[in-house]
T-cell receptor
Framework: AAGVIQSPRHLIKEKRETATLKCYPI?????VYWYQQGPGQDPQFLIS???????DKGSIPDRFSAQQFSDYHSELNMSSLELGDSALYFC?????????????FGSGTRLTVV | AQSVAQPEDQVNVAEGNPLTVKCTYS??????LFWYVQYPNRGLQFLLK??????LVKGSYGFEAEFNKSQTSFHLKKPSALVSDSALYFC?????????????FGTGTKLQVIP
């Protein structure tokens, strides 16, 4: 079965650079969520989209932005990168009208800022 | 390989009754264990976690969870359910190795509290 696809798997950037992370949800899933997990930290919710509209916002820095496109894939754009942005970024997708949403996580993008 | 199982897709409970949402895990070594809650159209919110110490962990909104090492379980409980507790609940396992620890999410259990 198709899973949530995140790209790239690993990314190394320098301070003050920009990064774009991509998430491809399971087919027919209408909702996408982004989470950040720093080293030794618990996963933190960043932002979510339902039917291409922002549906919820968590602890996402102003330097970050995200959107969901017409094919339901989502991109997390990160500018003016800081060392503290080094983390594992998870994407999850779900189907809003199913019993438990078919909630599925991707395997994450590991961002290292040097 | 690390894994988390939430055997119930949905749990129905009457308001005022005790509730239990089940979680079992498989991991090498001693894990960190978490429960997160997701309300409709919202992101996951942290509920509670077990690191070490007392096997009964108390969290937000009156929830608690009991770590049982012999049964490798971490069931979520609440003595008296509220209608507002209706949501999707996720059990999460994180290993204790350094750096970017591996995190595994359960598939979620929908809790429906009936008035």
């Amino acid at each position: 079965a198709a899973g949530v696809i995140q790209s790239p798997r690993h990314l190394i950037k320098e301070k003050r650079e920009t990064a774009t992370l991509k998430c491809y949800p399971i087919p027919r899933h209408d909702t996408v969520y982004w989470y950040q997990q720093g080293p030794g930290q618990d996963p933190q919710f960043l932002i979510s989209f339902y039917e291409k509209m922002q549906s919820d916002k968590g602890s996402i820095p102003d330097r970050f932005s995200a959107q969901q496109f017409s094919d339901y894939h989502s991109e997390l754009n990160m500018s003016s990168l800081e060392l503290g942005d080094s983390a594992l970024y998870f994407c999850a997708s779900s189907l809003s009208n199913s019993v438990r949403g078919g909630y599925t996580f991707g395997s994450g993008t590991r961002l290292t800022v040097v | 390989a690390q894994s988390v199982a939430q055997p119930e897709d949905q749990v129905n409970v009457a308001e005022g009754n005790p509730l239990t949402v089940k979680c079992t895990y498989s991991v090498s070594g001693n894990p960190y264990l978490f429960w997160y809650v997701q309300y409709p159209n919202r992101g996951l919110q942290f509920l509670l976690k077990y690191i070490t110490g007392d096997n009964l962990v108390k969290g937000s909104y009156g929830f608690e969870a009991e770590f049982n090492k012999s049964q490798t379980s971490f069931h979520l409980k609440k003595p008296s359910a509220l209608v507002s507790d209706s949501a999707l609940y996720f059990c999460v396992v994180r290993d204790r190795s350094g750096g970017y620890q591996k995190v595994t999410f359960g598939t979620g259990t929908k809790l429906q509290v009936i008035p």
